[in-house]
């Protein structure tokens, strides 16, 4: 018994120093490489989710963990916010990616009316037709998860039609100019509809 309690106490000093070792590395590990703030989804906790900040003019993906693993430069609505059918706005809250179409289309294609054209968008063809909102490349149709707010009655976001879709050069990026979609830079809606699957959670934040 007395030699393990001597074998213990000569011990200790190499045990304070592995705690000292140990702190050390966490700490350069921290200054080395700042910790990451985490977002989680409250809707569903531990899913991958999107988050549109219209404030910043910002679309990001993050992971199951809470972690922005893409952001991207966007244009909500030119009315501001709003959920009501008719007012050209961006609905805010909670929806759901309910549909994906325009899958292999090439960039700047144009899509009228959910079918994929074989017409191509140009600035020339803009220039003919500058108020046109043109729907390109691939769209991810939302709809609200919020019943009363951004579902159902005349608040309904997937019966206005609202998407997340690609957009022409034209777009004046990080502005609001929409008439109540997303809009993203095509290569961007592209990278996105590639990553994500049908019933990812989206919030459209309007204070971020």
């Known amino acids: 018994m007395r030699n393990l309690l001597a074998a213990f106490l000569a011990c200790l000093p190499l045990l ?5 070792d140990s702190a050390a590395m966490l700490l350069r590990a921290e200054t080395d490489a700042p ?26 993906l993050l992971d199951g963990w809470g972690l922005v693993q893409r952001e ?8 501001g916010v709003g959920e009501t059918s008719g007012s050209y706005q ?11 179409l325009g899958d292999g289309a090439a ?6 009316r959910r ?13 003919q037709y500058p108020n046109k909102d043109w729907i390109l490349t691939r769209i991810l149709w939302l709809c609200g998860q919020e019943p009363g707010f951004n579902q159902g009655r005349n608040v309904d976001s997937y019966e206005r039609a609202i998407y997340i879709h690609g957009a022409g050069e034209h777009v004046p990026w ?8 997303v ?17 990812i959670d989206v919030w459209i934040d309007e204070n971020s």
């Open 35 to 60: 910790l990451q703030p985490t977002h989680a989804n409250t809707r569903h906790y531990g899913r991958p989710w999107i988050w549109v900040g219209v404030k910043s003019q910002t679309l990001r």
């Open 90 to 100: 961006t609905p805010r809250g909670w929806h759901t990616v309910c549909d994906k």
């Open 107 to 112: 960039e700047n294609t144009i899509i009228f």
């Open 16 to 20: 304070a120093q592995a705690a000292d």
């Open 115 to 127: 079918q994929v054209t074989p017409w191509k968008y140009t600035p020339e063809l803009h220039a």
């Open 183 to 199: 809009r993203m830079k095509n290569h961007d809606v592209i990278e996105l509809f590639d990553t994500v699957e049908t019933g």
């Open 174 to 181: 990080g502005s609001p100019s929409s008439l109540g979609c």
């Open 72 to 79: 991207y430069r966007v244009s909500t609505a030119k009315n």
